[in-house]
C-alpha cells in the first residue's frame, strides 16, 4: 500500500460546514469510549516477552509502541492487532508516566527500554511507534540521545509537533510535560533546530479534526532535513485516529517497508 500525498487541512470554520465532520467527531466519542473501556487493561509494564520467532529478520525485527499523555499501553490494540496480523512477530508496548516526568527524561527512559529490548531480542535495530505525547519523546531520543542509531522507523501519530495551542493554557503549576507542548517553547524550539539528516525512515499521521492538537498541520513533520512522509488521515479526531484500520495497516505497511525488510527482500 503506498502512502499517499499530504494534503491541507482545511479551515476550522470550512470544516463545520462538511458533514463529514460530524460523522468525525461521532467517531472520536465513540474511540474515547472504547479507550476508556480498555484503559484498565493497560496498567503495569508490558514486559519484554516475544512471539516464536520466524528466522526472517523482516518479520522477527522488534516494534516498540509509545502511547501518548494521559494514556496507557492499551489504547494500542487496533494497531497490535495488525501488526500481529501481518506476521511480525516481537511487537512491545511500553508504559510511562508523564505526570512526574518531563520530555527530555521520558526520552531517556525510552532509551533504556530499547535497549533492553535490542538485549532481549538479540536485534540491534527497531521501529518505534508514538501517539501523540509518545512521538515528541521519539523526536527527542533520536535527535538529542543518539538514537537514529537504533531506529530503523520512526512512526508518529498525531503528534503536536509543532506544538499544540492547548498546552499555552496549562498553569504554571501543571505539568512541565504537557508545558513543554507549548508552540515555540524552548523543548518545540530546540527539535526544530536539532534535527538533522540521518537514516531513519520518518513517517507522521495526522488528522483535520485533532482537538488537541492545534492547528492540526503541527501533527506533520515539516523539518526539512528529517524528510519525512506526512499522511492525511481525514474527519478522524485524537484517539479516532489511533484506532484507525487505515492508519493501522498504514503502520504496517511502513515497517514493512523499511530498510531492513527492503534489503532482506532484494
Not at 526472517?56 to 494497531?79: C, I, K, M, Q, Y
Not at 497490535?80 to 496480523?85: C, F, S, V
Not at 530503523?152 to 503536536?160: G, N, Q, R, W
Request: include cysteine.
Amino acid at each position: 500500500m503506498a502512502l499517499p500525498i499530504p494534503q491541507p487541512v482545511k479551515p476550522f470554520v470550512t470544516a463545520l460546514r462538511r458533514r463529514e465532520t460530524y460523522l468525525g467527531y461521532a467517531r472520536e466519542a465513540m474511540s474515547f469510549a472504547k479507550c476508556v473501556a480498555r484503559y484498565p487493561l493497560g496498567f503495569g509494564d508490558g514486559g519484554l516477552r516475544s512471539g516464536r520467532p520466524s528466522g526472517e529478520a523482516d518479520r522477527d525485527t522488534p516494534v516498540l509502541l509509545v502511547h501518548g499523555f494521559g494514556h496507557n499501553r492499551s489504547g494500542w490494540f487496533v494497531v497490535d492487532e495488525h501488526l500481529r496480523h501481518a506476521g511480525l512477530t516481537s511487537v512491545h508496548r511500553w508504559n510511562y508516566d508523564p505526570f512526574r516526568h518531563d520530555v527530555p527524561e521520558l526520552a531517556e527512559m525510552l532509551g533504556e527500554r530499547v535497549e533492553r529490548l535490542c538485549a532481549a531480542t538479540g536485534f540491534d535495530r527497531v521501529h518505534v511507534v508514538g501517539h501523540s505525547l509518545g512521538g515528541i519523546l521519539l523526536r527527542w531520543y533520536i535527535q538529542e540521545l543518539g538514537g537514529d542509531a537504533r531506529v530503523i522507523t520512526a512512526i508518529t501519530v498525531a503528534s503536536p509537533h509543532q506544538g499544540t495551542r492547548l498546552a499555552s493554557f496549562v498553569p504554571s503549576f501543571g505539568s512541565l510535560t504537557a508545558q513543554q507542548l507549548a508552540p515555540g517553547s524552548w523543548l518545540m524550539r530546540r527539535l526544530e533546530r536539532a534535527a538533522a539528516p540521518s537514516a531513519v525512515r520518518w513517517v507522521a499521521f495526522y488528522s483535520n479534526l485533532d482537538f488537541f492538537v492545534q492547528p492540526a498541520t503541527s501533527a506533520m513533520i515539516t523539518t526539512p532535513a528529517l524528510r519525512a512522509t506526512n499522511v492525511l488521515v481525514k474527519d478522524a479526531g485524537h484517539l479516532s485516529i489511533l484506532l484507525s484500520s487505515r492508519v493501522a495497516d498504514g503502520v504496517v505497511d511502513a515497517i514493512q517497508h523499511s530498510p531492513v525488510a527492503d534489503a532482506v527482500a532484494s
